[in-house]
Structure formats: C-alpha cells, structure tokens
C-alpha cells in the first residue's frame, strides 16, 4: 500500500487545489474550516506571518452546551458567528475563505453565512 493513500481522497485532493491558490494575508486573512463527524473548527489565519488572529470551535466552553442542543448544522452557525464577532474585535473585516476541501454545502455554508451576517466580508 502506498504511503501517500491519504492524499489520494477527493477531500485532500480538492484541499491541495484549493491552497495553491488561497493565500490569506494581513489585509484579508484566511478563514480555514476543519469539521469532524461531530464538531466544527474555524480560524483566521495571516499566511504572511504565520499568525492565527483569532479562532472558534464547538468545543468552547462557551459554546459547547449551546452547540449540543442546537445540532451539527445549528452549531456550525453559532461557531461561525463566534468567529466573526471575534475577528471583528481584533480588526477583521475582510477573509478569504479556506473550505478545507469541502464541499460548499451543509455545515461549511451555514458557518460561512453566519460569519457574512456577522460582517465579515468574503
């Protein structure tokens, strides 16, 4: 078996794809997206510096009961408007975003509409 059967799924193909042309820097950082079977992580990222600005994820312990109640879709929405208020406070208002190489859909999309209700723009 190949050393490389992990690269060969089509979510770490269409991740590589997607990061050779998504470059987050300190006028529009990059909102990454990581979801599990089970919870949802986001970050603002300066690619330039290396930085993670600010971060949410449906572990907090500020949201982690509120997430729970509300479902995975439900909780994807109350991280993405986590983030948003967050990187708002830290001087964000423009992102780039990193779906991770998943489809546009579902708890990706609910995150992202959450952030642009929010004010991030992307």
């Given at each position: 078996m190949s050393k490389r ?6 979510r ?13 820097g300190?006028e529009?950082?990059?909102l ?9 992580y986001?970050?603002v990222?300066?690619?330039e ?6 971060a ?5 312990p500020g949201?982690?009961?509120?997430c ?9 929405t109350l991280?993405?408007t986590?983030?948003a208020k967050?990187?708002?406070e830290a001087?964000?208002?423009?992102v ?15 995150l ?7 004010g991030?723009?992307?």
């Open positions: 059967k992990f690269d060969l799924r089509p770490w193909l269409r991740h590589r794809r997607l990061r050779k042309r998504v470059k987050g300190p529009r950082p990059r990454a997206v990581f979801r599990s079977v089970k919870q949802i986001t970050q990222i300066d690619d510096r290396g930085h993670t600005l600010v949410a994820s449906s572990l907090e949201l982690r009961e509120e729970a109640k509300a479902g995975r879709v439900g909780a994807a991280v993405g986590a983030v967050r990187a708002r001087g964000v208002t423009r780039v975003l990193d779906r991770g190489g998943y489809k546009y859909h579902g708890r990706v999309r609910a992202a509409d959450a952030a642009r209700t929010e991030l723009d992307f």
